[in-house]
């Protein structure tokens, strides 16, 4: 059974950038997309970005466009999420999620990765 | 623009019947969207696809007591013979033809 399983807890200083990792184990990314759901401490859950791994395709939420970068390396069945120039406000867990390509629910979630930025 | 509303919280007691609402905006009422159920401390977790028709498909494991149903722009959760493990925050989510994702606020369950 797929399971998605992502990099651990990090924390960052001002300024610097972050690489976040979700492996599909068990299986492989074909015919899905791959979410990245960002979740503030006390916060709800809020889609950031996208992609199809099998194509490379990205597609971003408006307020996150030129915040995050979302990557994937089909050999390795792995999706990156990086977030550059870390602020305070980038604190908060990380989620990946998986959705069919032509039916959007999330039905398969990673455990997700707590980001920190410290000064 | 796609937009869910959510009540902030339910409760119910242990044993008892609960039914969270997640509404679509208007324009937007034969949208499907999912059911995620997030525990304290820990991740979410997919519970079901519900439909505009009100059909729903659950994920793997999901208890029988949880069930989804419609009502125009409304989608429900209904969670029967209530459980201590139930109290959660719960989303809806839903996805746009122009790949766009959106939750709802969420809605904490209380089992008192």
């Known amino acids: 059974q797929v399971q998605l399983v992502q990099s651990g807890a990090r924390v960052k200083t001002l300024g610097s950038s972050v690489k976040v990792s979700c492996k599909a184990s068990?299986?492989?990314?074909?015919?899905?997309?791959i979410h990245w759901v960002r979740q503030a401490p006390g916060q709800g859950l809020e889609w950031m970005g996208a992609?199809?791994?099998?194509?490379?395709?990205?597609h971003y939420a408006q307020k996150f466009q030129d915040r995050v970068t979302i990557t994937a390396d089909g050999s390795s069945s792995t999706v990156y999420l990086e977030l550059s120039s870390l602020k305070s406000d980038h604190t908060a867990v990380y989620y990946c999620?998986?959705?069919?390509?032509?039916?959007?629910?999330?039905?398969?979630w990673g455990q997700g990765t707590m980001v920190i930025v410290s000064s | 623009q796609l937009v869910l509303t959510q009540s902030p919280s339910a409760s119910a007691s242990l044993g008892a019947s609960v039914k969270v609402t997640c509404t679509l905006k208007?324009?937007?009422?034969?949208?499907?969207i999912a059911w995620h159920q997030q525990q304290p401390e820990k991740g979410p977790r997919f519970l079901m696809k519900v439909n505009s028709d009100g059909t729903h498909k659950k994920g793997d494991g999901i208890p029988d007591r949880f069930s989804g149903s419609s009502s125009g722009a409304e989608r429900y959760l209904t969670i029967s013979s209530l459980q201590s493990e139930d109290e959660a925050d719960y989303y809806c989510q839903t996805w746009g033809p122009d790949i766009t994702y959106v939750f709802g606020s969420g809605t904490r369950v209380t089992v008192l």
């Open positions: 208007s324009g937007h009422s034969d949208y499907a």
């Open positions: 068990g299986g492989t990314f074909s015919s899905y997309l």
């Open positions: 999620a998986r959705s069919a390509i032509d039916i959007g629910d999330f039905d398969l």
């Open positions: 992609i199809i791994p099998m194509f490379g395709v990205t």
